[in-house]
T-cell receptor, first 111, second 115 residues
Framework: QKEVEQDPGPLSVPEGAIVSLNCTYS??????FMWYRQYSRKGPELLMY????GNKEDGRFTAQVDKSSKYISLFIRDSQPSDSATYLC???????????FGKGTSLLVTP | DSGVTQTPKHLITATGQRVTLRCSPR?????VYWYQQSLDQGLQFLIQ???????AKGNILERFSAQQFPDLHSELNLSSLELGDSALYFC??????????????FGPGTRLTVL
């Protein structure tokens, strides 16, 4: 069983909608949490980086970590067609260690 | 553009063959990580090097090996290839071996097809 689980979707929303992407993890030692965005045939690009619990906001994106329930979320406000991609959550106990990835959620934002 | 480069972009080969994938990290980054991405397993960590030394191993097969050279570029060698080795192979790099701001930046990947 993977240490990070993520619903693969696909998730289809209309432009302007609020998108909620979620992951769960099983390793209590994880304290670094990331969201990567991957466009088709491209490498993953870092979107959000969070250390320990709490919220972090960057423009239209908000990352949320609840360590008590081992739950990771990414919210996208005012979604755009250019947000259509696969979103990967990742966790690790030490930022120098290997990342443990979810399988990714495919998001489609329709105009 | 992350600053991490990988060559080649695509590789098509036959079962039983050996290939070498190359990665150049971002300028100033000392750590290099290799990941394999397949449809059924997702992104999986293979191996990490830090400043020329192997630092961590993940789900890397014995048929696979890697090294990091003095100029910090890295190569992933895949031998006795099987159909199931067909996947995207990503290299990532980071500045340090750890620390709160040590994020990993991914290259564009090498798509390997084994026929």
């Amino acid at each position: 069983q993977k240490e990070v689980e993520q619903d693969p979707g696909p998730l289809s929303v209309p432009e302007g909608a609020i998108v909620s992407l979620n992951c769960t993890y099983s390793n209590s030692a994880f304290q670094y949490f990331m969201w990567y965005r991957q466009y088709s045939r491209k490498g993953p690009e870092l979107l959000m980086y969070t250390y320990s619990s709490g919220n972090k906001e960057d423009g239209r994106f908000t990352a949320q970590v609840d360590k008590s329930s081992k739950y990771i979320s990414l919210f996208i406000r005012d979604s755009q067609p250019s947000d259509s991609a696969t979103y990967l959550c990742a966790s690790t106990a030490n930022s120098g260690y290997a990342l443990n990835f979810g399988k990714g959620t495919s998001l489609l934002v329709t105009p | 553009d992350s600053g991490v480069t990988q060559t080649p972009k695509h590789l098509i080969t036959a079962t039983g063959q050996r290939v070498t994938l190359r990665c150049s990290p971002r300028s100033g980054d000392l750590s290099v990580y290799w990941y394999q991405q397949s449809l059924d397993q997702g992104l999986q960590f293979l191996i990490q090097y830090y400043n020329g030394e192997e630092r961590a191993k993940g789900n890397i097969l014995e048929r696979f090996s890697a090294q990091q050279f003095p100029d910090l570029h890295s190569e992933l060698n895949l031998s006795s290839l099987e159909l199931g080795d067909s996947a995207l192979y990503f290299c990532a790099s980071s500045v340090l071996a750890g620390g709160p701001r040590n994020t990993q930046y991914f290259g564009p990947g090498t798509r390997l097809t084994v026929l």
